[in-house]
């Protein structure tokens, strides 16, 4: 990886397994996604809080290829930490996903108008949101 702000994988660095955090505040939730993300070949790190998830991005030299986050959460709501990582140049290229129950129109766009690639209601497909997160995987090494 590269020692500039944003971090880019180079082809050699591209086979390695991707890597998905996990930021929800329902425990059993956080543990079947991790539980479903590694039978379909990812690793994962998981926190329960915003707050929990920025030590983690600022503490770790590996930042994830994804970012699935809960709209409710103690603290730091969802939405206001995408902004914040949208906003911070070293996590900017990171795609959130967000994950919520609140399924008015205007909830789904204030997760968008935050930077959120995507917008996945709660309960979720296991299968619909594994292919989700491959899909935000693709299209940000397409992009790289």
């Known amino acids: 990886m ?3 702000n944003q971090e880019k994988r180079t082809d ?3 086979d390695e397994i991707p ?3 996990i930021i ?4 059993d939730a956080v543990e079947l996604l991790s539980l479903i993300l590694s039978k379909n070949g990812f690793t994962t790190e998981r926190t329960y809080k915003a707050d929990e998830a920025r030590i983690l991005l600022e503490k770790t030299k590996r930042l994830p290829d994804v970012i699935v986050l809960d709209v409710k959460l103690p603290g730091t709501d969802g939405i206001t930490f995408c902004k914040e990582l949208q906003s911070t140049p070293r996590y900017s290229e990171i795609p959130v996903i967000l994950v919520s ?5 205007n909830d789904i766009d204030q997760g968008f108008a935050a930077g959120a690639k995507d917008y996945i209601l709660k309960p979720w497909s296991n299968l619909d949101l594994v292919e989700r997160i491959k899909r935000q995987v693709a299209v940000k090494y397409s992009a790289n």
């Open 19 to 21: 890597h998905v955090l």
């Open 101 to 105: 129950a609140m399924c008015f129109e």
């Open 12 to 14: 050699k660095e591209f």
């Open 2 to 4: 590269n020692t500039g």
């Open 24 to 27: 929800d505040d329902e425990v």
